[in-house]
């Protein structure tokens, strides 16, 4: 009985080495098995999958065979490990191991979308809207909607995002992008303030983000920032209105068809610096970090008014004579290919949305303006730059 039940169990063990040679020649197999792809593609893993299920319906979709040894190899050897979400790429002669190593490493394929300098909300959200990769949520919302779902509510949300290029994996919700851009601008003005200037005319970062932006539109060279924003300083400073055309623009909204007039000029709205004191009651356009820096350190001089050469640069005056010397100089004899800023250079991962240069065909000449403003003529104006609605000057955070 002894020497059979050590037969017994020789034979036993055998056969169990045996089993466990096998399953481990077929893990093997099945982890060095390529992929079933001719070609690239992308592989989604949606929110909350498993590992289980993803091997089922890799199986199901016939991109890989085994998914049971497959299943068994992830329960003894990466229990735990999350299966980051987002899309994966694979390509011919990808084996299974080579893709676990990915989801390890979270390898996820992203993609870019960039907010540019001087846009408006209006044209922020009709970046992210027209990104095939971002989950929308947000579609038939109001301004004042959108806020709310990104809980700010109350906050006007022009110029509250700040202008980069931003990465993110499919699947990321409208509501998620906009939330970090407008975490990214906090940050930055938050920055920026910190280190500024002494004796600025600004009560609050917000009245500092409002300057960024007229900066921002008027600006065609960005290493005249800090002096564009010198002006428009020692003209609060002296009580002068601003008068930028960008301003007028804003709060012409969608009837702005690339001319201003006299009548323009003198419309009272809340944003016509040729009608109100100070500063206007919100930002006009996103801006980047130069333009809220120039805001916050502008450069010392005497000059209060500018105009466009036609290239992109301004004559900065000290008084009215000079500026309107400058005037009859650089606009009524204007170059052919005269700009008042630069042309647009490419932005990389930005999604298609020129903003029109209207802004650099000349003022009617019969309709020009009584008193010189600061700036002649507006720089790059925003078309479609509506205001959802006009808050008074004490809407702040």
């Known amino acids: 009985m002894r020497r059979k039940f050590l037969l017994l169990l020789e034979i036993g063990l055998i056969l169990a080495g045996l089993a466990l040679g096998w399953s481990a020649w077929k893990v093997h197999s099945a982890l060095e098995q390529p992929l079933h792809v001719e070609q690239e593609r992308m592989l989604e893993v949606p929110n909350g999958t498993t590992p289980n299920r993803m091997f089922y319906r890799m199986q199901t979709d016939g991109l890989l065979d085994d998914a049971v040894w497959l299943r068994l190899y992830w329960r003894f050897n990466m229990a735990g490990t999350p299966l980051h979400t987002g899309e994966y790429r694979l390509t011919p002669g990808m084996t299974v191991n080579q893709l676990f190593d990915a989801w390890r490493r979270g390898d996820v394929v992203r993609y870019n979308l960039t907010l540019v300098e001087g846009w408006t909300f209006r ?8 990104h095939e990769k971002i989950t929308q949520t947000l579609d038939g919302l109001s301004d004042a909607e959108v806020m709310d779902k990104l809980g700010h509510n109350g906050v006007f949300p022009e110029g509250r995002f700040f202008p980069d290029t931003y990465r993110f994996v499919r699947g990321m919700s409208d509501v998620e992008f906009l939330q970090q851009a407008y975490m990214r601008l906090e940050q930055v003005l938050a920055k920026e303030w910190a280190e500024r200037a002494t004796d600025l005319p600004y009560r609050d970062p917000y009245q500092a983000l409002i300057m960024a932006s007229l900066v921002e539109k008027e600006t065609g060279i960005p290493q005249e920032r800090a002096q564009i924003a010198g002006v428009f300083v020692r003209r609060l400073r002296l009580g002068m209105m601003l008068q930028t055309d960008p301003t007028v623009i804003y709060g012409m909204g969608e009837r702005y068809n690339g001319k201003i007039t006299r009548a323009d000029l003198r419309e009272p709205t809340p944003y016509n610096t040729y009608t109100i004191s100070g500063l206007p009651p919100t930002p006009i356009a996103i801006v980047g ?16 008014y500018f105009v466009a050469r036609g290239d992109g640069s301004h004559v900065f005056s000290d008084d009215l004579d000079n500026h309107n010397s400058a005037v009859r100089e650089y606009q009524l004899k204007r170059r052919s290919d005269y700009r008042s800023s630069p042309a647009p250079q490419a932005q990389p991962g930005a999604i298609d949305q020129p903003e029109p240069a209207a802004g650099d065909q000349p003022t009617p000449a019969a309709d020009a303006p009584a008193d010189a403003p600061a700036s002649t003529p507006p720089t790059v104006p925003a078309t479609d730059a509506a205001p959802a609605a006009a808050p008074t000057p004490d809407d702040k955070p």
């Not at 044209?123 to 027209?130: E, G, I, L, P, Y």
């Open 123 to 130: 044209q922020v959200r009709a970046a992210v809207a027209k």
């Open 289 to 304: 970090r130069e333009a809220i820096h120039a805001a916050l350190n502008p450069a010392n001089g005497t000059s209060l």
